[in-house]
């Protein structure tokens, strides 16, 4: 399996917050892909290789097998879906597969968590006073307070930080900085981790390490850490479906519901597009039906 491949799957698993199955079928058709194009998965060069030739071969070759219209579609879908990212981390300048249609499918509303279930994994996590649980403790409440995702949580430097001020600067997709405010408490819980917690963390194996998170031994996390770490935090609680997506998509439902403008959140996520973030006023929509609801059964 081709790394940058490797990093893509991680990338919609951890970042994206799809199911183990769906990533699977991402990588069985991004195979097929290499497959039909004759490439093996070691080393690629995916600047030759994602040209609209290659590609037409492919649907080619899955219509000469009489594959049914939406197993197309979405082999299709899986592969744009990668050259997207291809373009987005700056390893292809042309993204060849945006004027390829496929039909559209709904967005499914993602899963988001109510404020009680904060608190119940919050205080949960407290109840771990080890180094490694006050870690953990204050990533997960930065997560949720700023609605990072989780790549760019691992990529956060000391430098990143202001205290004082109260901001952090986040480095998302495609390099683009954007600066994220942090309220008081959540500062005071950084300021202790940086000054007394991390200093017991880094390994001194390690010469200048910026990271402000890392592993046990000292050195940087990954996604599939932090990935595994929520899935652990979800079982102790009873949480399903609780991943660090699940963190931004709360935290975005919440300043919804508290009166932010859709424009602020589309900010503080990133979104390069308004309609990207408009998915949450959907999520909006529905609790107020069910709220409607429960008040006829009064």
Not at 3 to 8: A, D, G, H, K, R
Not at 24 to 42: E, P
Not at 175 to 192: E, V
């Amino acid at each position: 399996m081709n790394s940058t491949i490797e990093q893509f799957l991680q990338y919609i698993m951890i970042d994206l917050g799809l199911s183990t199955n769906t990533t699977s079928a991402y990588k069985n058709d991004l195979n097929q892909f290499l497959t039909t194009i004759n490439k093996n998965s070691g080393s690629i060069n995916f600047i030759e290789i994602i040209t609209r030739e290659n590609l037409n071969h492919f649907i080619k070759s899955m219509k000469i097998k009489q594959y049914a219209t939406a197993t197309i579609s979405r082999k299709i879908a899986s592969v744009k879906s990668f050259v997207s990212y291809l373009e987005e981390e700056g390893i292809i300048l042309e993204n060849i597969t945006k004027n390829i249609q496929t039909p559209k499918k709904s967005s499914p509303i993602p899963h988001t968590l109510t404020v009680k279930n904060i608190i119940t994994i919050l205080d949960y996590l407290k109840r771990d006073v080890t180094y490694l649980g006050i870690r953990n403790l204050t990533m997960i409440e930065l997560l949720y307070a700023t609605g990072m995702r989780v790549s760019e949580l691992i990529s956060l430097n000391l430098n990143d930080i202001s205290i004082e001020q109260q901001y952090l600067r986040c480095t998302g997709k495609g390099s683009k900085q954007r600066i994220i405010p942090i309220y008081p408490s959540i500062a005071n819980l950084l300021s202790n981790y940086i000054k007394f917690v991390r200093p017991k963390l880094v390994s001194k194996k390690v010469t200048n390490m910026q990271s402000v998170f890392v592993n046990s031994k000292g050195s940087n996390l990954t996604r599939q850490s932090v990935w595994l770490l929520t899935k652990d935090i979800g079982k102790s609680t009873s949480l399903k479906s609780f991943s660090p997506h699940t963190l931004r998509h709360s935290f975005a439902t919440h300043l919804l519901e508290g009166g932010a403008s859709l424009k602020n959140v589309q900010d503080l996520l990133g979104h390069s597009n308004i309609s990207t973030t408009q998915i949450y006023t959907h999520v909006n929509d529905n609790k107020l039906i069910e709220i409607y609801d429960k008040s006829l059964q009064r």
